[in-house]
């Protein structure tokens, strides 16, 4: 790669992923989760398992949570400090898939995948995120593209093929200590699915596949084995219990149709989705490469689609994956209307572009309208927790809505610019650029917002609360936020979470919960002597008092 275009990339990565990663809290559930963990692990100098409010995590393995450690001890215990990996992983990913697209076409396609990359919705924002997804997500394509390598091997001498299978074990044995098997799981899935697409014939050497599983065996066990000799196989099964849980069953509430990635694949990848399906008709001008590269994409997108569309916990991040199959092949529909066939675009294509770019800026445009004019959503709203949220002081001046309508207006004139031949990869640029400022402006006006009717109260709670000499927890619901935002310390008694309904106790209690559990307050209140201290956007605050207790 030329030093020209590493130090671009470098740059427009550092410039999109960095700025402004602590501007709002961390987000519950899982932002916070993973936060915590890192932030339990450095307190405890614990490095060799998770913990969440000091007990056994048994949900995932340490990778990320020690990237997110590291992160931590260079720049505190923070929001950016959360979120600053994944922005380095922006970086290296878009570093990856512009060497891919070099190798594999030209310099001109590379940039295109990074530009359908980061001007695609849910691809840009993920960067911005404490999630552990971007990280897995690297280390499984990565190992997933030495198989590529591997089946275009056929002017390859041996032991480079050897090689390549090693470092495919090594990416997907580091995508298993960051996420857990699954990622082994998805890559034999894509074997067995290329394979039959031979017609069974032998595609890949069997010798090579025994040094990729005897290689990704290896480096999982530098924490799975190690955590097995030491502590037993608990870990082991409580993890392997809780997937087949996550798969058999919604997790709290995370349910959804059989359809629900397709849409949010679909809509969240745009317009990336959209030039997708000009990538999918095979043209005699092909490289093998090409075509072979198609090919795997197409097996990747099928099966991640098929596995967590059957998993029937339903969460957005879970199908992240799919990103890179969709990027790429919409790059290579993009890059053959500009540059191979150079033929009209399809009105079908135009329609769908324009269509969809409408929806998004109509949805966007009509939140500040609809923020200040709750009285016409209110009446479609049963959740009393929703309810009370929704009528939190949140200024809104009406112009936030000129996001949404810039971007129709930018995307629509690179439409206009994409069907003229002349202009074509102009118009491209500009549509793919029209959503790179969208989310970046959507993230700096909204998302601040947007918290402070989901989140924010609470969270301003257990800060106001931190460090201090009580004990903090939360009622009818699931949250990590007491934990991380409290800044809670490992407890004197094992059995201290038991205390907060002792009869009594030596300091003050707080139980934060939402509205619609009135039951459960007024049982708190009449039983336990809790008196409510306050509520706010939909969040009840209780309060006992220190009893004297020990």
Known sequence: MKTRNLILIICLGGLLFVPLLGMVHLFDWDEI????SAREMLLTHTYSYLQIDFQRFYEKPPLFIWVQALSMSLFGINEFAARFPNAVIG?????????????????????????????SFLPHFYFKTGLIDPLFNLFTFAGIYQFILLTNA???????????????????????????????LVTLFCLFFYWCTYRLKSVIPFRYLIVFLLTAFIVSCAWFGLETIRNGPDFLFAFIKRQIELFKNPDAGHGGPFYFHFLVLFFGCFPAS???????????????????????????????????????????????????????????????????????????????????????????????????????IEPYINDSFGKAALKANVHWSGWESLVGIGYFVLFTTGVFLFLKSRFRIYGVVMMLMAGTFFIQLTLYIFTPK??????????????????????????????????????KKPPLHQNEGDMVFAKHISKPV?????????????????????????????FVFLKKDDTGGK
């Open 33 to 36: 989760n993973f936060a915590e």
């Open 91 to 119: 970086i290296i990913t878009l570093l990856l898939i512009f060497n891919i697209g070099r190798k594999l076409i030209n310099e001109k396609f590379g940039w295109i995948w990074i530009l359908c990359y980061i001007g």
């Open 154 to 184: 056929e002017n390859f001498k041996a032991a480079r093929n050897f090689r390549i299978a090693m470092w495919a074990g090594v990416f997907i044995g580091l995508a298993i200590l960051t996420k857990g098997p699954v990622a082994l």
């Open 274 to 376: 959209v030039f997708m399906f000009s990538a999918f008709r095979n043209d005699k001008s092909e490289t093998f490469a090409v075509l072979n590269m198609k090919k795997w994409m197409d097996i990747l997108l099928f099966t991640i689609l098929l596995i967590f569309s059957i998993v029937k916990t339903k969460i957005i991040h879970y199908s992240s994956l799919a990103y890179f199959p969709i990027t790429f092949l919409g790059a290579y529909g993009i890059f053959r209307l500009i540059w191979l066939d150079k033929a009209k675009p399809k009105n079908l294509l135009i329609s769908a572009l324009l269509l969809i770019s409408l929806l998004v800026s109509l949805a966007v445009s009509a939140i500040p309208y609809l923020a200040r004019h709750i009285n016409l």
């Open 450 to 487: 947007i918290e402070v009717y989901s989140q924010k109260a609470a969270i301003d709670f257990f800060i106001g609360h931190q460090n201090k000499d009580c004990y903090v927890t939360v009622w009818g619901y699931k949250s990590y936020a007491q934990l991380f935002y409290t800044r």
């Open 510 to 538: 707080y139980i934060v919960t939402k509205a619609g559990n009135e039951d459960a307050v007024n049982s708190l209140m009449k039983y336990q002597d809790f008196r409510q201290a306050g509520n706010e956007n939909g």
